[in-house]
């Protein structure tokens, strides 16, 4: 595989425009990345400009505090696959997970699994707020959960991926789920570090860069 294989090309900013989900969508094609990733209101618009491309559309959902009710989460989750979502990010309740409140974070991510059905579910756990207890739990839980992958973070957190999170995370899912690094991967050095240690997605907003050197 490429680097490129790799990447979901990212833009999450509040301030995002529609010239940049446009920007954002021409950039993955021409640079052959696996996906885009964006907020909800742009789904519809996305999927437009990805049609006929090879490029996947990831969409948040909960994002970025995952604080939202589960209800809410599912609806989010059911419109972003009916509007041409490939794939659904989804941030976990952080208050429940510390709060011990497991089942409903369980729960919540079944939920949202069964809601869009065969498409793919990353759950992101946020580990910047995480204990490693807390990590082992949430990974755990996702697997129970039925999700396809877990993701570090939202970008929007105290901090982003690193590479001993990674490990532990790989320790938990092993081969029951892939793994996404997200948040402050900027150059192609850090990228390929976590590509060595098995993830299968590096979401990030630097893909030009990172794909664009050697």
Request: proline content about 1%; some cysteine.
């Amino acid at each position: 595989m490429q680097i490129q294989d790799y990447i979901d090309h990212t833009i999450l900013k509040p301030t995002a425009t529609i010239s940049d989900i446009e920007k954002l969508c021409k950039e993955a094609i021409d640079h052959k990345f696996y996906a885009v990733c964006v907020n909800g209101c742009y789904t519809n618009l996305a999927k437009k400009k990805l049609e006929g491309s090879k490029v996947k559309l990831a969409v948040v959902i909960g994002f970025p505090l995952g604080a939202m009710s589960t209800a809410s989460k599912v609806f989010e989750a059911q419109d972003c696959i009916a509007n041409g979502a490939d794939e659904v990010d989804m941030v976990i309740n952080i208050g429940w997970m510390k709060s011990g409140k497991l089942n409903l974070v369980l729960r919540e991510i079944s939920n949202i699994k069964k809601a869009i059905g065969v498409k793919i579910l990353k759950v992101i756990i946020e580990t910047c707020y995480l204990t490693k207890e807390e990590k082992i739990k949430a990974c755990a839980l996702a697997l129970e959960g039925g999700a396809d992958f877990v993701k570090t973070s939202t970008g929007f957190g105290t901090g982003g991926a690193n590479l001993e999170d990674v490990k532990l995370m790989k320790e938990v899912v092993g081969g029951k789920a892939k793994i996404k690094a997200s948040g402050r991967i900027k150059d192609r050095a850090t990228a390929l570090k976590y590509i060595a240690l098995g993830v299968s997605r590096i979401g990030t907003s630097s893909g030009i860069a990172i794909a664009s050197t050697e």
